[in-house]
């Protein structure tokens, strides 16, 4: 079992940078896929970036691509989302989670807010 608490959200200016940080517990941390998903009011959760488990292969959703990065630090149990050159529309409450033969594992949340 994995318990995944995010930090780094915040209030700012569309252009600005932000990084979420994910911290997870145990050992097994490195075995499991984690992933930030995202959810503004009114919408769908969505899968914003997500890396796995060996090499580190990484996937962002297109309304992100070249804007986000996600990485992670095994020996830290972390995960981090950098975010760049942020937008109005990237307002929601950011989500990590951890996969494994699902997204089973889920952090509270930390809201990033981008004004214009």
């Known amino acids: 079992q994995v318990q995944l608490v995010e930090s780094g959200g915040g209030l700012l200016q569309a252009g600005g940078s932000l990084r979420l940080s994910c911290a997870a517990s145990?050992?097994?941390?490195?075995?499991?896929?984690m992933g930030w998903f995202r959810q503004a009011p009114g919408k769908e959760r969505e899968l914003v970036a997500a890396?796995?488990?060996?090499?580190?292969?990484?996937y962002c959703a297109d309304s992100v691509k070249g804007r986000f990065t996600i990485s992670r630090d095994n020996a830290k149990n972390t995960v981090y989302l950098q975010m760049n050159s942020l937008k109005p529309e990237d307002t929601a409450v950011y989500y990590c989670?951890?996969?494994?033969?699902?997204?089973?594992?889920w952090g509270q949340g930390t809201q990033v807010t981008v004004s214009s």
């Open positions: 989670a951890a996969h494994k033969t699902s997204w089973e594992y």
């Open positions: 145990g050992r097994a941390f490195s075995s499991y896929t």
């Open positions: 890396i796995s488990w060996g090499v580190g292969n990484t």
